[in-house]
């Protein structure tokens, strides 16, 4: 996989950054010498010219507006100078005309008083283009779902969602790696836990054999083939299994052991939530709120490096810093799906928990009350997010860093664009 590399260590890198990862660069720019690497192994190829920065991101709707930090400005647009261009977002498989400047989605209302970036809307060739092979794979691949869910599948809109979230995927099949694993865990969350013959009964034991579609079992030759066969026994294990295969074709080992973490997060979570639904309990907001820390979209803005086809190397990767960035990013945008699905959560059977619901139960607020205070919670969590992530790229500032940074901040907007426009599956309720 291409890797744009580090930048040239220089004695001007912020004195943060002998406290994040010092030791990584010190390895890197040892290795390169060792190898006889110069500039361009370290930049993907030759000095090209300064290239301009990108036009700064247009105003954000926000229950408090502030003027960006100038490295949160860079993290938005992206690296700049000698040796970054190949850094930037829309490396295309041909040529295109500049995109336009960012504009507000005409499609669905935002949540009034939401701290949110709008998006450009996606590309249309590449969403009909993406659209289309990921419904052949569902149908002709692993046979994902019956006839009668094809509306249901068409109308979760995973093309745009995609497209969306990852502007920067060199091609189609970039994208597709994480259009497959989206619509694999989406369709565990749904036939495992939720809507479609979900149970919290026997749960566990349902996730850890899936789960081992994602990191295989390792066992004798007597009993490695009862386990294959089972790899194709229902739809989110045959999902699992596919998606993961493709996914290890683009991405190194220590891309794919992380994905794998975060999956297993992820399943942790989905327990952590059954076990309330088996007593009937409601956690404190805080005991909720750290359940969504392992129930939310963490494996996905995480692959935007293999999306993108480079790599943040697993030492940077591993970083509390950058682990702190991910996980509010990751729990930012749990809380969009908690507040745009809200009215679609209350009219399912039984009691379903969101950040509202919990709020309205444990504080003794109204409904109209939980769901506005769930709105600072998300903007406070994207406010703790983007300061972050500006103080990392400061003490850090790695092309692959700042790429990364730039990745989950673009995935984090393109999440909310995806909620926001989506009206077949979401509407808002009416506390305003």
């Given at each position: 996989?291409?890797?744009?590399?580090?930048?040239?260590?220089?004695?001007?890198?912020?004195?943060?950054?002998?406290?994040?990862?010092?030791?990584?660069?010190?390895?890197?720019?040892?290795?390169?010498?060792?190898?006889?690497?110069?500039?361009?192994?370290?930049?993907?190829?030759?000095?090209?010219?300064?290239?301009?920065?990108?036009?700064?991101?247009?105003?954000?709707?926000?229950?408090?507006?502030?003027?960006?930090?100038?490295?949160?400005?860079?993290?938005?647009?992206?690296?700049?100078?000698?040796?970054?261009?190949?850094?930037?977002?829309?490396?295309?498989?041909?040529?295109?005309?500049?995109?336009?400047?960012?504009?507000?989605?005409?499609?669905?209302?935002?949540?009034?008083?939401?701290?949110?970036?709008?998006?450009?809307?996606?590309?249309?060739?590449?969403?009909?283009?993406?659209?289309?092979?990921?419904?052949?794979?569902?149908?002709?691949?692993?046979?994902?779902?019956?006839?009668?869910?094809?509306?249901?599948?068409?109308?979760?809109?995973?093309?745009?969602?995609?497209?969306?979230?990852?502007?920067?995927?060199?091609?189609?099949?970039?994208?597709?790696?994480?259009?497959?694993?989206?619509?694999?865990?989406?369709?565990?969350?749904?036939?495992?836990?939720?809507?479609?013959?979900?149970?919290?009964?026997?749960?566990?034991?349902?996730?850890?054999?899936?789960?081992?579609?994602?990191?295989?079992?390792?066992?004798?030759?007597?009993?490695?083939?009862?386990?294959?066969?089972?790899?194709?026994?229902?739809?989110?294990?045959r999902a699992y299994r596919s998606a993961m295969e493709y996914f290890l074709r683009d991405a190194t080992p220590s891309q794919a052991d992380r994905y794998r973490h975060d999956m297993a997060r992820l399943h942790m979570g989905y327990l952590a939530e059954a076990a309330w639904a088996e007593t009937d309990h409601v956690p404190e907001v805080w005991e909720y709120l750290a359940m969504r820390q392992f129930n939310n979209f963490r494996p996905c803005p995480t692959i935007t490096d293999t999306v993108g086809g480079y790599e943040l190397p697993a030492d940077l990767h591993a970083q509390p810093a950058i682990q702190r960035v991910i996980a509010l990013a990751g729990n930012a945008t749990t809380i969009v799906?908690?507040?745009?699905?809200?009215?679609?959560?209350?009219?399912?059977?039984?009691?379903?928990?969101?950040?509202?619901?919990?709020?309205?139960?444990?504080?003794?607020?109204?409904?109209?009350?939980?769901?506005?205070?769930?709105?600072?919670?998300?903007?406070?969590?994207?406010?703790?997010?983007?300061?972050?992530?500006?103080?990392?790229?400061?003490?850090?500032?790695?092309?692959?860093?700042?790429?990364?940074?730039?990745?989950?901040?673009?995935?984090?907007?393109?999440?909310?664009?995806?909620?926001?426009?989506?009206?077949?599956?979401?509407?808002?309720?009416?506390?305003?």
């Amino acid at each position: 996989m291409p890797d744009p590399g580090l930048s040239p260590l220089q004695s001007s890198l912020p004195e943060a950054a002998a406290h994040f990862g010092a030791h990584v660069l010190g390895n890197a720019a040892a290795q390169l010498a060792a190898q006889g690497r110069g500039v361009e192994a370290a930049t993907g190829g030759p000095l090209p010219a300064p290239s301009a920065p990108a036009p700064p991101s247009v105003g954000v709707p926000a229950v408090e507006v502030g003027t960006p930090s100038p490295a949160l400005e860079r993290i938005l647009r992206g690296p700049s100078g000698l040796g970054t261009a190949s850094l930037h977002l829309v490396r295309r498989e041909d040529l295109q005309e500049p995109p336009a400047p960012p504009t507000a989605p005409t499609e669905g209302d935002p949540i009034p008083g939401l701290y949110y970036h709008p998006v450009p809307e996606p590309d249309p060739v590449r969403v009909a283009e993406v659209s289309r092979r990921i419904k052949t794979w569902a149908v002709d691949e692993v046979e994902l779902y019956p006839p009668e869910w094809e509306d249901q599948f068409d109308g979760f809109s995973v093309g745009r969602y995609m497209v969306a979230c990852h502007p920067d995927a060199p091609t189609v099949d970039h994208l597709m790696l994480a259009t497959r694993l989206m619509v694999a865990e989406n369709v565990v969350d749904d036939c495992y836990c939720e809507d479609h013959g979900g149970s919290p009964i026997g749960l566990g034991g349902r996730l850890l054999l899936a789960h081992t579609a994602l990191d295989a079992l390792h066992t004798t030759k007597e009993y490695q083939p009862g386990w294959a066969d089972s790899l194709h026994s229902d739809a989110p294990r045959r999902a699992y299994r596919s998606a993961m295969e493709y996914f290890l074709r683009d991405a190194t080992p220590s891309q794919a052991d992380r994905y794998r973490h975060d999956m297993a997060r992820l399943h942790m979570g989905y327990l952590a939530e059954a076990a309330w639904a088996e007593t009937d309990h409601v956690p404190e907001v805080w005991e909720y709120l750290a359940m969504r820390q392992f129930n939310n979209f963490r494996p996905c803005p995480t692959i935007t490096d293999t999306v993108g086809g480079y790599e943040l190397p697993a030492d940077l990767h591993a970083q509390p810093a950058i682990q702190r960035v991910i996980a509010l990013a990751g729990n930012a945008t749990t809380i969009v799906n908690d507040l745009y699905s809200y009215t679609k959560e209350l009219a399912g059977p039984g009691k379903h928990l969101n950040l509202p619901v919990v709020l309205a139960e444990r504080e003794g607020l109204s409904d109209r009350e939980a769901y506005l205070k769930a709105v600072e919670v998300h903007n406070d969590l994207m406010h703790d997010f983007e300061a972050a992530a500006a103080e990392l790229a400061a003490a850090c500032p790695v092309p692959t860093v700042l790429r990364f940074l730039r990745g989950v901040a673009v995935w984090a907007d393109g999440n909310h664009y995806w909620h926001m426009t989506n009206t077949y599956r979401y509407n808002l309720p009416d506390f305003w």
